[in-house]
């Protein structure tokens, strides 16, 4: 069974800094990604990272302050949030995808089967 867990969210002023992990289990994967969904708003993509080759791909919101990295072996991925706004509120999910998300477009949501619950991101002015 196809599982997805994240960790690392709460709450952090403005400026300050968050560490999110996902491990998955179940089955191995190609891409890992993390979108957000604020109250009221559509999910939107965040980072994504695909293994064998190594590639990443970023929001234009968030580039330059997140950066997504992860252990292909450990089927982990890591979003490290630094510079955080208010606007950065929102839940974070973990996705995951068998396929290369350059075929399908990482920045959509379809792209990725499998999603984890979901953690809470609370960033305070």
């Known amino acids: 069974q196809v599982q997805l867990v994240e960790s690392g969210g709460g709450l952090v002023q403005a400026g300050g800094s968050l560490r999110l992990s996902c491990a998955a289990s179940?089955?191995?994967?190609?891409?890992m990604g993390w979108f957000r969904q604020a109250p009221g708003k559509e999910r939107e993509f965040v980072a994504a990272?695909?293994?064998?080759?190594?590639?990443?791909y970023y929001a234009d919101s968030v580039k330059g302050r997140f950066t997504i990295s992860g252990d292909n072996a450990k089927n982990t991925v890591y979003l490290q949030m630094n510079t955080l706004k208010p606007e950065d509120t929102a839940v974070y999910y973990c996705?995951?995808?068998?396929?290369?998300?350059?075929?399908?477009?990482?920045?959509?949501?379809?792209?990725?089967?499998?999603w984890g619950q979901g953690t809470q991101v609370t960033v305070s002015t």
């Open positions: 179940g089955r191995a994967f190609s891409t």
């Open positions: 996705a995951a995808s068998i396929n290369y998300c350059s075929v399908y477009g990482c920045n959509r949501p379809s792209t990725f089967g499998s």
């Open positions: 990272i695909t293994w064998r080759p190594i590639f990443t």
